[in-house]
């Protein structure tokens, strides 16, 4: 089988709230192949809205035909150029919900990814508090 380049608009529906599982079309014997420079919201454009339509990042694995490393990265581009992006707990990629509904998914995702952000200054923290150390040392 020959390698094709595949986006969100070879899947009806996807991003527009219908859930991708009704897509029979996806075979898990077709491979994908992605460009480097993929335009804004290429993952988006595989994402629906509200959590309980989360797209599992097995899923966009086999979609986009990156590896988790490079799916990773191009959701963090895509939320960096004004994506909301939200994630689940447990799994999964999703757009939020219009209404109150999505308001408290975008709660959920900014507590979480602060949590995140803070546990991560204090790790930090400890190699800072070290470095002033041994700096104030070499001084001496």
């Known amino acids: 089988m020959a390698l094709e380049r595949i986006t969100a608009a070879d899947f009806d529906g996807i991003g527009s709230g219908n859930n991708i599982v009704q897509n029979e079309g996806i075979r898990d014997d077709m491979k994908y192949t992605t460009t480097q420079?993929?335009?804004?919201?290429?993952?988006?454009?595989f994402l629906q809205h509200g959590a309980e339509n989360a797209t599992t990042t097995e899923t966009l694995l086999r979609l986009t035909g990156y590896s988790r490393r490079e799916l990773m990265?191009?959701?963090?581009?895509?939320r960096?150029?004004?994506t909301l992006i939200l994630t689940k707990p447990k799994g999964g990629y999703f757009l939020p919900s219009p209404g109150e509904a999505g308001r408290q998914e975008i709660q959920t995702f900014y507590?979480?990814?602060s949590a995140k952000a803070l546990s991560l200054l204090k790790t930090i923290s400890t190699a800072r508090r070290a470095l002033r150390i041994l700096d104030g040392q070499m001084e001496l």
């Open 80 to 82: 960096r150029k004004g």
């Open 37 to 45: 420079n993929e335009p804004q919201g290429y993952i988006e454009g």
């Open 111 to 113: 507590n979480i990814q």
């Open 73 to 78: 990265k191009a959701v963090e581009d895509e």
